[in-house]
């Protein structure tokens, strides 16, 4: 029987680079530490209502809704059900907001900087609905995989990787959108949907090509973008046979799991014998350039 390894996408540095001592996603980190916050004025549950009271005055005043507080702010050590309560769009104007306006707000809700809290893009997400409401209310709309779609496809290849300011790890806002598209569109129903899409699968290919193209001494700012691209790229080369699909023992993987065979990993390690993961992701992404070449 051929030999396989497993390695997954998601986790891959931390596997091989023999660094993160818990490879377990950490729970959301609101306010930045565990220890219980202590109660001051910024902080209190009275000023943090009188802000979210201030912000929907101001909505109905100007049509545009600005979050009351983000990191840094004193008002960001609050307790985290205070947090979560100030972060939130108030649930009575959330019908009021167009679709693009919704996905907006969602890449611009502060508790976005917790993605770097966690090993695997897909669970930060999944973590992120519960935090966000604006995203949670979005992903009710009937058919939104269309939406989806075309907000991916506004997005150039530059976007998908640009840093918030100078020498900041926070990715600007575009580059945030590009990642939560990524993952929504990865979901196995709507990539079924789009697989046979080539200006959605060029799309893909180009933004994955410019991340890679970009030499970075923190991984951490890009690490996610890499991770949201694969879950697209990777089950679409697994179900054109270019990826081996099951385990050793004949089970089938998960879609995201990238699985090499010894051949392949011989290839790709170094003298240590480690395979360092933005090599592992350009070799994924020249078989992802000779199946669109292919079709």
Not at 145 to 150: D, H, T
Not at 151 to 174: P, R
Not at 255 to 268: F, G, P, V
């Amino acid at each position: 029987m051929r030999y396989t390894t497993i390695l997954s996408s998601f986790v891959l540095s931390f596997i091989l680079a023999g660094c993160g001592n818990d490879t377990n996603p950490p729970e959301d980190n609101i306010g930045s530490s565990n220890e219980q916050p202590q109660d001051t004025d910024a902080t209190s549950k009275e000023h943090l209502e009188d802000l979210l009271a201030k912000a929907l005055v101001d909505y109905y005043n100007t049509g545009v809704y600005q979050y009351p507080i983000i990191p840094r702010m004193a008002e960001w050590g609050a307790a985290q059900s205070l947090l979560l309560d100030v972060t939130s769009v108030p649930e009575e104007i959330l019908p009021l907001f167009s679709h693009s306006e919704l996905l907006q707000l969602a890449v611009e809700n502060p508790n976005i900087v917790n993605r770097y809290a966690y090993h695997e893009i897909a669970t930060f997400v999944g973590s992120y609905q519960y935090s966000c409401n604006t995203l949670r209310y979005l992903l009710e709309v009937p058919d939104i995989e269309q939406f989806f779609l075309a907000e991916y496809l506004s997005l150039s290849e530059e976007s998908s990787f640009s840093l918030g300011s100078e020498n900041d790890i926070i990715l600007s806002a575009d580059a945030a959108k590009n990642m939560l598209l990524e993952v929504f569109l990865s979901d196995e129903s709507m990539l079924t949907n789009i697989a046979d899409n080539r200006q959605f699968l060029q799309s893909v290919s180009e933004k994955f090509t410019y991340l890679l193209s970009h030499e970075i001494e923190d991984p951490a700012s890009v690490e996610a973008s890499w991770q949201s691209s694969s879950m697209i790229i990777v089950p679409l080369l697994k179900q054109a046979g270019y990826l081996l699909t099951h385990y050793e023992d004949g089970e089938l993987a998960p879609r995201a799991d990238i699985i090499l065979s010894e051949e392949i990993i011989e290839q790709l390690a170094g003298e240590d014998g480690a395979i360092f993961i933005k090599d592992l992701y350009l070799w994924i992404n020249d078989l992802f350039s000779d199946y669109l070449q292919s079709l």
